[in-house]
C-alpha cells in the first residue's frame, strides 16, 4: 500500500508571497494518479490539481503542480486571502484512494 | 447546476447500523464512479467506498471491509451506503464524491455521523 507523506504540516506565509507544498510517496506512483485538494473550514475538499500539473476547471493559474516518481509539489504563486487553507495530496493505485495527512497553510 | 446532497447521518449506538443516501443532480449520474469519502474530526479524508458507474464493481477500503455495503440507483440518481456494526472510529463527516478519472472533482457538503452510546 502507497503512503503519502506530506510536508511541512504547516506553512506560516504572508498575503503576496509564494507556498511550495511536497507530498512524497513511500514508492514510486503515476504521474497521472496523483491530485492535490484545498479545503476549508467547514467546506468539502476542493480538486484543485490532478495528473500531477493539469489544473481543475475554474483554479486559478497561480496555482500548478509538478513532480514525478516519488516527489510531488504544489505551488501557490503570490498568496490571495483566500489561498489560507488545508491542502491534501492524493494517490490512486487500482483500487484504493489514498490521502496524505495534509499541509496547512495559514497567515503569518 | 451539478450537485450532490448527503442525508441520513446521525448520532447511532456502536454496534449498530445507519445507512447514508446522495441525491445527484446535475450530471449524467449514470456515466460516473461514486464514491464515499469520510473525514474525522481533525483528520484528513479517508477514502471508503466506491461503486463503478454501472454498479458492476464495488470496492472498499480495508477499515470498512464486511461491515459497509455501497450501492446506486441509477434510475433515481442516488447513491447509498449501508453501515453495520459501526464503531467509534466511524465517527466522521461522510461526503459521496465523483470520480473523473482517478480525482473526485465533485463533492457534496457532507453529513455527520457520530457513533457513541
Known amino acids: 500500500e502507497i503512503v503519502l507523506t506530506q510536508s511541512p504540516g504547516t506553512l506560516s506565509l504572508s498575503p503576496g508571497e509564494r507556498a511550495s507544498l511536497s507530498c512524497r510517496a513511500s514508492q514510486s506512483v503515476t504521474s497521472t494518479y496523483l491530485a492535490w485538494y484545498q479545503q476549508k473550514p467547514g467546506q468539502a475538499p476542493r480538486l484543485l490539481i490532478y495528473?500531477?500539473?493539469s489544473r481543475a476547471t475554474g483554479v486559478p493559474d497561480r496555482f500548478s503542480g509538478s513532480g514525478s516518481g516519488t516527489d510531488f509539489t504544489l505551488t501557490i504563486n503570490r498568496l490571495e486571502p483566500e489561498d489560507f487553507a488545508v491542502y491534501y495530496c492524493?494517490?490512486?493505485?487500482?483500487?484504493?484512494?489514498?490521502f496524505g495527512p495534509g499541509t496547512k497553510v495559514d497567515i503569518k | 447546476q451539478v450537485q450532490l446532497v448527503e442525508s441520513g447521518g446521525g448520532v447511532v449506538q456502536p454496534g449498530r447500523s445507519l445507512t447514508l443516501s446522495c441525491a445527484a443532480s446535475g450530471f449524467a449520474f449514470s456515466s460516473y464512479g461514486m464514491h464515499w469519502v469520510r473525514q474525522a474530526p481533525g483528520k484528513g479524508p479517508e477514502w471508503v467506498a466506491a461503486?463503478?458507474?454501472?454498479?458492476?464493481?464495488?470496492y472498499y477500503a480495508d477499515s470498512v471491509q464486511g461491515r459497509f455495503t455501497v450501492s446506486r440507483d441509477n434510475s433515481k440518481n442516488t447513491l447509498s451506503v449501508q453501515m453495520i456494526s459501526l464503531r467509534a472510529e466511524d465517527t466522521a463527516v461522510y461526503y459521496c464524491?465523483?470520480?473523473?478519472?482517478?480525482?473526485?472533482?465533485?463533492w457534496g457538503q457532507g453529513t455527520m455521523v457520530t457513533v457513541s452510546s
Open positions: 495528473g500531477a500539473s
Open positions: 464524491a465523483r470520480s473523473v478519472g482517478s480525482a473526485f472533482d465533485i
Open positions: 461503486v463503478w458507474y454501472d454498479g458492476s464493481d464495488k
Open positions: 492524493q494517490h490512486y493505485s487500482s483500487p484504493i484512494f489514498t
